[in-house]
């Protein structure tokens, strides 16, 4: 009997559904980086909160390569009926789609819906923990009187990282020199190491050495974190300097409506939790919920932000 009960109350919590609405499947969840980092972390937390509220856990597939765009076809080439989704960070909506000479699979713009905005990645500067720079206006001093002699470090030509530098170099009126590493993570050590002298990521991406190989000087995204308080922003020291990034979810255009709708009452739902939210907190992450209209509203306006910074630095992929 007490089996039957909960068989019961499993049915019930998929709500009036007719036959064959969504889901009547695990969905899949595809994300484009590799597991364990920010991205990774971010698609198994997602899973794990929206559950209870489909009624079925997700599946989180790994598709790594061309900067997220092979599971992004993936997703775009699948049936458009909600149990093939995938995460849509910045990068992926905003930078490469501008980037000259970048070769795409597919045009997000044409090929994804985006069905909603999740999580806000806190953006930091840090410098090696023995740097001789302990702030910000230290570091745009120092780039002043040196032209050309300040290195930041990013995750690839064409990266939010990389185009971070390049704002800072803009707005600053700096001759800064870009390293750029394939991947956060080395350009992480080598700032650790004193090889390069800074870079502006995500904080999940450098928490766990900050007060150890690195020094947090400023977030960059005029949000910061509440595990760091106190901690300036670059703004502080450089008016009118923000940069963002988020990690949303997108499907195959064609999705209809009332199937987008049920994602977002499900993420809305399952991110309510306290439990959830510490652990988004833990990993330098911050909730954001946008539905799908408000997330096509943040993607026009980081674009615009990004396809200038683009251009006024002359980036391209070669």
Same mark, same amino acid.
């Given at each position: 009997?007490?089996?039957?009960?909960?068989?019961?109350?499993?049915?019930? +919590?998929? =709500?009036?559904?007719?036959?064959?609405?969504?889901?009547?499947?695990?969905?899949?969840?595809?994300?484009?980086?590799?597991?364990?980092?920010?991205?990774?972390?971010?698609?198994?937390?997602? /899973?794990?909160?929206?559950? !209870?509220?489909?009624?079925?856990?997700?599946?989180?597939?790994?598709?790594?390569?061309?900067?997220?765009?092979?599971?992004?076809?993936?997703?775009?080439?699948?049936? !458009?009926?909600?149990?093939?989704?995938?995460?849509? %960070?910045?990068?992926? $909506?905003?930078?490469?789609?501008?980037?000259?000479?970048?070769?795409?699979?597919?045009?997000?713009?044409?090929?994804?819906? !985006?069905?909603?905005?999740?999580?806000?990645?806190?953006?930091?500067?840090?410098?090696?923990?023995?740097?001789?720079?302990?702030?910000? %206006?230290?570091?745009?001093?120092?780039?002043?009187?040196?032209?050309?002699?300040?290195?930041? &470090?990013?995750?690839?030509?064409?990266?939010? +990282?990389?185009?971070?530098?390049?704002?800072?170099?803009?707005?600053?009126? $700096?001759?800064?020199?870009?390293?750029?590493?394939?991947?956060?993570?080395?350009?992480? $050590?080598?700032? &650790?190491?004193?090889?390069?002298?800074?870079?502006?990521?995500?904080?999940?991406?450098? &928490?766990?050495?900050?007060?150890?190989?690195?020094?947090? $000087? /400023?977030? %960059?995204?005029?949000?910061? +974190?509440?595990?760091?308080?106190?901690?300036?922003?670059?703004?502080?020291?450089?008016?009118?300097?923000?940069?963002?990034?988020?990690?949303?979810?997108?499907?195959?255009?064609?999705?209809?409506?009332?199937?987008?709708?049920?994602?977002?009452?499900?993420?809305?739902?399952?991110?309510?939790?306290?439990?959830?939210?510490?652990?988004?907190?833990?990993? =330098?992450?911050?909730?954001?919920?946008?539905?799908?209209?408000?997330?096509?509203?943040?993607?026009?306006?980081?674009?615009?932000?990004?396809?200038?910074?683009?251009?006024?630095?002359?980036?391209?992929?070669?």
């Amino acid at each position: 009997m007490k089996r039957l009960l909960v068989a019961a109350l499993a049915l019930l +919590s998929l =709500g009036s559904l007719p036959a064959g609405a969504f889901p009547d499947r695990p969905p899949r969840i595809l994300g484009g980086f590799a597991a364990g980092g920010t991205s990774d972390i971010v698609n198994r937390l997602l /899973a794990e909160a929206v559950a !209870p509220h489909l009624g079925l856990r997700p599946v989180v597939e790994v598709r790594t390569g061309a900067n997220g765009f092979i599971a992004a076809e993936a997703a775009a080439r699948s049936a !458009p009926d909600g149990h093939t989704v995938v995460q849509c %960070a910045t990068g992926l $909506l905003t930078v490469t789609p501008n980037l000259p000479g970048a070769q795409l699979p597919i045009d997000p713009a044409r090929d994804l819906v !985006p069905i909603a905005n999740i999580v806000h990645s806190t953006q930091a500067m840090v410098v090696a923990a023995r740097s001789p720079y302990r702030s910000v %206006a230290e570091v745009l001093a120092a780039a002043r009187a040196r032209p050309g002699t300040i290195t930041y &470090a990013s995750a690839g030509i064409g990266s939010v +990282s990389h185009l971070s530098g390049a704002r800072l170099a803009q707005l600053g009126g $700096l001759d800064l020199v870009h390293v750029p590493y394939r991947g956060a993570a080395p350009g992480v $050590l080598d700032v &650790a190491a004193g090889r390069t002298d800074l870079i502006i990521t995500n904080l999940g991406d450098v &928490a766990g050495q900050i007060g150890e190989g690195l020094r947090l $000087l /400023a977030f %960059a995204d005029g949000i910061g +974190s509440p595990r760091y308080a106190g901690t300036g922003q670059v703004s502080d020291a450089l008016p009118g300097y923000a940069v963002s990034g988020w990690f949303g979810l997108c499907g195959p255009r064609g999705m209809p409506e009332p199937v987008i709708t049920r994602w977002v009452e499900a993420i809305r739902a399952g991110f309510a939790d306290a439990a959830i939210r510490q652990r988004l907190q833990e990993n =330098g992450l911050t909730l954001r919920l946008e539905d799908s209209a408000g997330f096509a509203r943040t993607i026009e306006q980081d674009s615009r932000l990004w396809r200038e910074v683009i251009r006024a630095a002359s980036i391209r992929v070669e």
